[in-house]
């Protein structure tokens, strides 16, 4: 504001003295005077029309990336085109990066470009706040006369969208499904020939094989029969249930239980698809976020948005969805269960199904105890322990892992539950 009021009095102050000189000149019959007086004037609206006349040809494009994590630093870049022939002078662009705890953002072009020149800025911005999708802009540019005195906008650049995803811990895969260490320590894990629907190479032909998979441009090239060789699934998808439930909910904002949620979820995603397993999401809200499992970076990515868009806005309990796609899961798969209920009777048929089908059951359980009641939970209704709901899944078969409000994910998920803690009094001597 300063600024704007400093500028403000020079322009008046400038004028008055152009319009005042030329009129003192004129009465008092001084050439040298009036010509000042008009030569300053004619100045004045020269200087107030060539921002106004610059910013009309000035073009900006932002380039940045359309994902990141939570605290990732994202880099914002404009390609900035003068199409004038004059020069810009103070070039210098504003934007609003609204993931950021300030979200207003400027980048200076010193002392200015030239006249058709392009130049490329940068500023950096952090996701501090939490997953989601925001939106960034909009840009403008504002271009001064050679003297400082006036300025002007260009025209505004649309505003471009970010999805910010949930923030990776390092974990390991909790299940290795018999890819061997070379995975779980971030290798790559082997691949064997077989049945199956992704290539894995080609091999001369050997009596007995189909002629089906016959690889006929290669055949042509080495004179021989040469056959498609297609990799053998040697792992099961791992499968991962995240509660969407909104009476099962509980806590406020990065310390609820849809967060640390969606926070386990997405570090066993990333650390399954490492592993080379095929992963898939079952989310069941007011919109389906179901994604079928796969592996790759792809698939790494269309679940890592999925998490990044979910809301507590389901009807049904974790379990109800769960009982509704057992059909589609196949025998010897792994199913993670993200489990946030407070009664976990209903669990039982569920696990005792998936025991059944040779289904590996991993239940993550919070502790919702160390999380604030939200929807209609009285405050003296406590709910369950975490060793009461530990001790319930682990008789029906599930392997338990246990998570708390304030507890890094990385050290969750290092071991399963062992129960609750024991108090040993060692009898010294007197």
Request: aromatic residues 8%; contains cysteine; glycine residues 8%.
């Amino acid at each position: 504001m300063k600024r704007v009021r400093g500028r403000l009095g020079r322009r008046v102050g400038l004028l008055v003295l152009g319009l005042w000189a030329a009129v003192w000149g004129l009465l008092y019959g001084s050439a040298v005077l009036f010509a000042f007086g008009v030569a300053l004037s004619l100045s004045w609206f020269a200087l107030l029309a060539y921002p106004r006349w610059v910013r009309s040809r000035i073009r900006l494009v932002r380039r940045m990336a359309a994902s990141a994590c939570e605290d990732d630093a994202v880099v914002v870049a404009f390609d900035v085109e003068n199409h004038s022939r004059l020069p810009a002078f103070g070039l210098e662009l504003e934007d609003r990066f609204t993931p950021d705890k300030v979200p207003r953002r400027e980048a200076l072009v010193f002392p200015g470009l030239r006249g058709r020149r392009r130049t490329k800025v940068r500023y950096w911005g952090r996701c501090y706040a939490k997953r989601g999708v925001f939106s960034v802009g909009p840009a403008r540019a504002a271009v001064s006369d050679p003297c400082g005195l006036f300025y002007a906008w260009s025209d505004a650049v649309e505003v471009a969208s970010l999805v910010v995803y949930p923030a990776l811990a390092p974990v390991l895969p909790l299940a290795s499904n018999g890819l061997g260490r070379a995975a779980l320590l971030g290798g790559s894990p082997r691949r064997s020939a077989g049945e199956g629907d992704l290539p894995l190479g080609v091999r001369h032909y050997r009596p007995g094989d189909p002629l089906r998979r016959v690889h006929w441009p290669s055949s042509a090239r080495h004179g021989r029969l040469v056959l498609r060789e297609y990799e053998r699934e040697v792992a099961r998808p791992v499968w991962i249930f995240l509660d969407l439930c909104q009476t099962t909910q509980r806590g406020l904002g990065k310390h609820s239980t849809l967060e640390l949620s969606v926070h386990v979820a997405a570090a066993l995603t990333h650390a399954h698809l490492r592993a080379g397993d095929r992963v898939g999401l079952i989310a069941e809200g007011a919109s389906s976020w179901t994604t079928p499992a796969a592996r790759g970076p792809a698939q790494r990515d269309r679940i890592l948005e999925a998490l990044a868009r979910v809301r507590p806005d389901g009807a049904r309990p974790l379990v109800e969805v769960t009982r509704e796609h057992l059909p589609l899961i196949s025998p010897r798969d792994t199913c993670v269960l993200l489990i946030a209920d407070s009664d976990p009777a209903p669990w039982e048929s569920v696990l005792h199904e998936l025991h059944a089908r040779r289904c590996r059951a991993l239940c993550v359980v919070l502790d919702l105890r160390s999380f604030r009641a939200v929807f209609g939970v009285a405050g003296d209704d406590l709910p369950p322990s975490l060793h009461t709901l530990a001790a319930a899944y682990a008789q029906w078969g599930g392997e338990v892992y246990a998570c708390s409000n304030g507890e890094p994910v990385e050290a969750a998920l290092a071991r399963p539950y062992a129960g609750r803690p024991r108090l040993r009094i060692s009898q010294g001597s007197p």
